[in-house]
Structures are given as structure tokens and as C-alpha cells.
């Protein structure tokens, strides 16, 4: 499945203060100058000044309010304001109180302001919207009107993984890119799809760093949730079997031959597929309708005890060929919902040679008829009790809402971008759609194909 790529892109600004009181020795400095313009404006004694002498104090004011208030890159400056010769303005003038700041809505007085985000502000009332403190140092950031300090703003707003909880890191190019889970929606690292992060062989989750998942004996993951209803061996498992067979029954579509149902592992499945002359499976292959006669290890395992499995063991069975059909064979250790959508995928397949179809269906239209099963019971287990087929092998209420479970694996079969299993499906699905499925499955027998509008 392809999972989605994300680009976040920071909205840091880079901002340079400059005041006069970037450092001790440019402030004693700069406090000099100040004391001697204003000096010469407050002297007690006055003394007679003539027309140049006005021009340098006003040139010395000028002076000294471009070096209090300069524009940085971000629009972020710092002034002083003395209330006289100069304001914030740039204008060499008494200070008439009509620069106000635009959080308090107060005159700025004497002392230092800043000039920002279009306004003038006291430095205590230009604040991080997120922890209400005044913001100071040499950057902020921004979201929308409002400012932040920018560890405020990277803790709302900088994407976090999913998985490792970590802030997702830049790419060389400097933006934030991550992977999305499709469906789960799931937002992680992209490193995490190539440093062995476990992933749940059911739904396909990663394993986060709090949710720790369970090693099944064949060596696949599982997590909590698909954990809490899996289906674990043989015994287990016939409950939910007979009621897949009692869904086709009450579709007019008997299994009219008692078809043994086996839970195995991996490997087993695998040996069993390798010996089959002719179907048509998937990489991963989770369930298998054999026609021919096979020695296949199945899985039993001692009772559940407080929500534990029990210790598994293996039993080899001698699978005679009674009728068409073998055996059905479903990979152990997966969730009751996905469990019986293989079942139902597996009894078509049975069915389809029970009933004399031909025994080399087109792949995308044996394949797809068996996904639209698979399907429909799914559709059929909304508002159902999942535990209901479990009997007294399951006494214990299942912990998780299995409801958005089935959701992803209904999901799974519509948005498969196989030919056969995916293409066959919505094929399939259009067409019993159309002509129901009586009609469907009267034209493959005629036809091998789906029938058209």
C-alpha cells in the first residue's frame, strides 16, 4: 500500500534586536549621549545657542533614534523612548503621547519599545500567545496574528512522530517531512520505514514507544488491539467457521461438503501454497483452499488464561481428498474480524469448485468474486457482538472497539492496487452491484467473466 508523504513547513522568523542595550559598554555610551542632548534642553541656566547649534542637537537626535529603532529582516525592532528630542517615529520631536501600544492600548512613555508585527508594543505586553510570558531574544515565530516564543510555537505547532514521539526532523532541505498512514492516519518518521520498527502483521500499524506488540511464534507482530480478538488456533477458530458457513447458507449458497478448516503458521501456509499446481496468491499469503492431498502442520495451543496465550503446539495432519477440495487453511494469530474475511474469501473459492465452474478462472474474476464476499461479510458484521462466535473459548468482554478495525479491513479490499485481488474486486463489486448476485455468478459460469452493461 502506498502510504502518504507530508511536507510541513516551519513559519520561524529570524529576528534581530537592536537597542541600545546590546551590550554594557554601548549602553553606558549610548546613556551619555542621551544625558547630554537632554542636558542641553533642560538646563537650568539658559544659555544662548544659535541657529547651528539647534541643527546639531537635532542631527544628534536623529542620529541616535536610527540607532534605537532599525528595521530587522523579521519587522521586529527595539527602541527607547525618552520623551524627548525624539519618538518612536523616526521624527526628531517632543513626545507628544500619541504612540500607543497595541496590546495595552497605553502611551508609550519613557524607556524601551518595540516595534513589531505592525505596531509599537512595552516589551512586557508583547507576549507568546501560548504561555502569555513576554517574549525577548533574537527570534519568534508567528501563526497567523499571533507571536510565539518559538519553543512555544514548535511544541504547537512543529509535527510530532507517532511512533518515537519525537519532533519530526527537517529534511536537507530544511522542511518537515513525514509519512501518513492512509487510513489510520498514522504520522511517523520516515527513518522509522528502514530501522526495523515493528510493524502489526494485522493492521499494520507501527509499534509506538509507549505500545509495546506481541511477538507471535512465527516471528510476526501484533499488536494490543488486533491482539485483544485474535483468533489463535485450530479449536478456536471453528466457531467462527461454522458461522461463515451459515452466511453463505443463508445466501443460497450451501457448502454442500464438510470442508476441514486448519490454522497454521507462516511457514506451513507457505509449504502448503509451494505445493499447490495451480491458484493464485498473494506475497503475504493469509489463507489457502487446497485441492490437493497434503501433510499439513496445524496449530492447537492450551487454553487462554487472564487475556495470556497459552503455550502453542503443532499437530501434522494427513489431508485425504475427499471432494474438490481439501482443506481451507488461514494463517493463525490474526484478529476475528480479518480471520473471517479469509474464511469467506477461502469458502468461495470452495464453493466456486463444488459447483462445476470452470477450474481455470481468469484470476481477476476469481480473485475479485472472492474479495466481494469477503466483503459483504463484512458489511453483515456491523453492530454485531464480535464475541459471540468465540463461545466459551472467549468468555472474557474484548477491551477494543473492533468497529474502526473492520472499517481499515474493508478498506483494505476496496483500495487493493492489485490487478486480480483489487481491480477483480470493484469489477465484481460494480456488477453485483448491477445485476445482483445471482446473475453475476450464473454469467462467470457461462461466460468465465463478469457480465457488462
Not at 505445493?275 to 493464485?280: A, D, T, V
Amino acid at each position: 500500500m502506498k502510504w502518504f508523504d507530508k511536507i510541513f513547513k516551519p513559519l520561524h522568523q529570524k529576528v534581530h534586536e537592536i537597542s541600545h542595550n546590546s551590550s554594557s559598554e554601548a549602553d553606558e555610551e549610548l546613556d551619555r549621549a542621551i544625558a547630554l542632548s537632554l542636558s542641553d534642553h533642560y538646563d537650568d541656566k539658559p544659555a544662548a545657542r544659535d541657529k547651528g547649534a539647534t541643527d546639531n542637537d537635532e542631527a544628534l537626535a536623529r542620529a541616535l533614534q536610527e540607532s534605537f529603532i532599525s528595521e530587522g529582516p523579521s519587522g521586529f525592532s527595539s527602541g527607547f523612548s525618552s520623551g524627548f528630542p525624539f519618538g518612536g517615529d523616526g521624527r526628531t520631536r517632543r513626545f507628544s503621547g500619541a504612540h500607543v501600544c497595541a496590546r495595552c492600548k497605553k502611551t508609550i512613555g519613557p524607556g524601551r519599545f518595540l516595534s513589531c508585527m505592525g505596531g509599537l508594543w512595552h516589551p512586557e505586553c508583547f507576549r507568546c500567545t501560548s504561555c502569555n510570558k513576554p517574549i525577548s531574544g533574537s527570534e519568534f515565530s508567528v501563526s497567523g496574528n499571533d507571536p510565539y516564543h518559538k519553543d512555544c510555537y514548535k511544541e504547537l505547532f512543529h509535527p510530532r512522530c507517532d511512533v518515537c514521539n519525537l519532533f519530526i526532523p527537517p529534511n536537507y532541505s530544511g522542511l518537515i517531512e513525514y509519512r501518513v498512514h492512509p487510513f489510520w492516519g498514522q504520522r511517523y518518521c520516515p527513518s522509522h520505514e528502514d530501522d526495523n520498527t515493528p510493524r502489526c502483521c494485522s493492521c499494520e500499524r507501527l509499534e509506538t514507544k509507549n505500545n509495546k506488540y506481541v511477538v507471535l511464534d512465527d516471528g510476526r507482530k501484533l499488536c494490543l488491539e488486533c491482539m485483544d480478538s485474535a483468533v489463535m488456533d485450530t479449536n478456536e477458530g471453528q466457531p467462527l467457521y461454522q458461522e461463515i458457513i451459515n452466511f453463505y447458507e443463508g445466501m443460497n449458497m450451501k457448502i454442500t461438503q464438510q470442508i476441514p478448516m486448519l490454522l497454521v503458521e507462516r511457514q506451513a501456509l507457505n509449504e502448503a501454497r509451494a505445493h499447490e499446481s495451480n491458484g493464485h496468491h498473494l506475497t503475504e499469503t493469509r489463507g489457502l483452499t487446497l485441492s490437493e492431498e497434503q501433510t499439513v502442520t496445524s496449530v492447537f495451543r492450551r487454553p487462554r488464561s487472564r487475556g495470556f496465550f497459552g503455550e502453542m503446539r503443532t499437530e501434522s495432519m494427513k489431508l485425504r481428498r475427499n471432494c474438490e477440495v481439501t482443506a481451507i487453511l488461514v494463517l493463525y494469530g490474526l484478529p476475528r474480524l480479518l480471520t473471517g474475511s479469509i474464511l469467506a474469501h477461502e469458502l468461495m473459492h470452495a464453493w466456486l469448485r463444488l459447483n462445476g465452474y470452470p477450474s481455470h478462472l481468469n484470476p481477476v474474476v476469481e480473485e475479485g468474486i472472492c474479495q466481494v464476499m469477503a466483503h459483504t461479510w463484512l458489511e453483515s458484521q456491523i453492530g454485531s457482538s464480535s464475541s459471540s462466535s468465540h463461545g466459551a473459548a472467549k468468555p472474557a468482554p474484548h477491551q477494543f472497539d473492533t468497529s474502526k478495525l473492520r472499517e481499515f479491513v474493508m478498506h483494505q479490499i476496496a483500495m487493493d492496487p492489485s490487478p486480480a485481488y483489487g481491480d477483480g474486486f470493484r469489477i465484481g463489486q460494480s456488477a453485483v452491484v448491477q445485476f445482483g448476485l445471482p446473475r453475476t455468478l450464473d454469467h462467470i459460469k457461462l461466460t468465465g467473466d463478469f457480465p457488462v452493461s
